[in-house]
């Protein structure tokens, strides 16, 4: 059995909820964390992640990622570091399944073009709205609105990419109801999960791309750090198929960055003698993360991915697609809001930025396939 560092988020010292709840915590066999991760799990936002972009949209193919399968991965690598390192790993897990909650349908496409359609009311950013749908939009509860989580899963999800210094609107609604001392750092279960995902992404994405044609090895070779992995990996296995070779390095690309992070965390923590999840927020650096030398490696993994996949011809155009049926959409709502479904139809405020940001909710939830029927059926067409 692992032990708990003191470092750690501890759950019988939480900072608690907005909202007292009849029972108390002590009701059941769950902590705060746990109950945190089984109430994203079963929320209706959770589940429509399923049909929500990774790298491809609404894509045909059942092998390739979406966030859904994305945030499962985040989970199990946020989760292994974790316990390597004796964190709270309900917490971890549960700030790595929410993370990618407020994304809108079509991934960065999709924020983009709602980014732009809310400019004049304050803007949009995906990791805010993943807070006002957690905390506000989400409501399966008769005493409360959103799903009244702890204080250190929302302080997590505000700072997991560290500490907030221009919240933007709906972060600082969010902030004024539970401060979540936007500025300082987040705990170490926090910063585990932000890590988790560059991995999750950085590999996987790799590896729908090379599925879906729009990567291929050879330009994969070009990174030397992955052609050494790749030489060592067919020199151990000379008569395997090549798509295995494919996915152990995945595996193994996967399995270097945890072990790099998992070391460089433990010594990071030793050099700077936190002793409790308060000293990790008032250190003077980030704690949890990469050593130098596999960051920058990273960094250069990050700007190939972004010249070969994400801004492949096949990708540009396929967000260019994505971008107006947001724009169409968005303009169709304010125009007409008796397009919308009658719950949000009634709830439509009058009043800018109120009207604008109701929209922009409603889009945001929406998945790829809803997104594009509903566009389909305003505008007749596809």
């Known amino acids: 059995m692992t032990t708990r560092a ?3 988020c501890q759950p019988e010292l939480s ?10 915590e002590s009701r059941g066999p769950r902590n705060i964390f746990q109950r945190d991760r089984d109430r994203i799990i079963h929320s209706i936002a959770f589940r429509r992640l399923r049909h929500k972009t990774q790298v491809f949209v609404a894509p045909d193919g059942d092998h390739y990622r979406v966030r859904l399968t994305h945030s499962l991965e985040v989970a199990q690598i946020g989760r292994t570091i974790a316990r390597a390192l004796g964190l709270d790993e309900d917490l971890t897990e549960a700030l790595c399944l929410a993370h990618d909650i407020g994304h809108p349908p079509f991934g960065h496409a999709g924020e983009d073009a709602l980014e732009a359609a809310m400019a004049p009311y304050g803007g949009f950013d995906h990791n805010a709205q993943t807070l006002r749908t957690l905390c506000k939009l989400e409501s399966p509860y008769p005493l409360w609105n959103g799903l009244n989580l702890s204080w250190e899963l929302l302080e997590g999800l505000a700072k997991h990419n560290g500490p907030v210094r221009d919240p933007n609107w709906a972060l600082r609604e969010i902030d004024g109801a539970f401060p979540l001392d936007l500025w300082s750092n987040a705990s170490l279960e926090a910063q585990i999960a932000a890590v988790a995902d560059d991995i999750a ?12 044609g729009l990567l291929t090895l050879d330009q994969l070779l070009e990174l030397p750090f992955i052609a050494a992995r790749w030489q060592a990996i067919c ?25 790099d992070v998992i070391d460089t965390t433990r010594a990071r923590i030793a050099a700077t003698g936190v002793e409790t999840a308060d000293d990790v927020r008032q250190a003077a650096q980030t704690i949890g993360g990469f050593s130098a030398e596999l960051a920058e490696r990273e960094r250069t993994l990050k700007r190939f991915m972004y010249a070969n996949l994400y801004h492949h011809p096949t990708q540009i155009d396929a967000a260019a697609r994505a971008s107006v ?14 397009l919308m479904p009658e719950e949000w139809r009634a709830s439509m405020p009058d009043e800018e930025p ?15 396939r809803f997104a594009q029927k509903c566009h389909h059926e305003i505008m007749g067409e596809q």
Request: proline content about 5%; overall charge negative.
């Open 325 to 338: 049926v947001i724009a169409d959409l968005f303009a169709a709502y304010w125009a007409d809001p008796a």
């Open 235 to 259: 020199d151990r296995y000379p008569g395997a198929r090549h798509e295995t070779l494919i996915r152990e390095l995945t595996r193994e690309q996967i399995g270097v960055m945890v072990n």
């Open 201 to 212: 992404y950085d590999n996987h994405d790799i590896d729908d791309g090379l599925r879906a």
């Open 354 to 368: 109120q009207r604008s940001r109701h929209i922009a909710d409603f889009l945001a939830g929406m998945t790829d």
């Open 15 to 24: 900072r608690g909820r907005l909202y007292p709840e009849p029972g108390g």
């Open 6 to 8: 003191s470092y750690g």
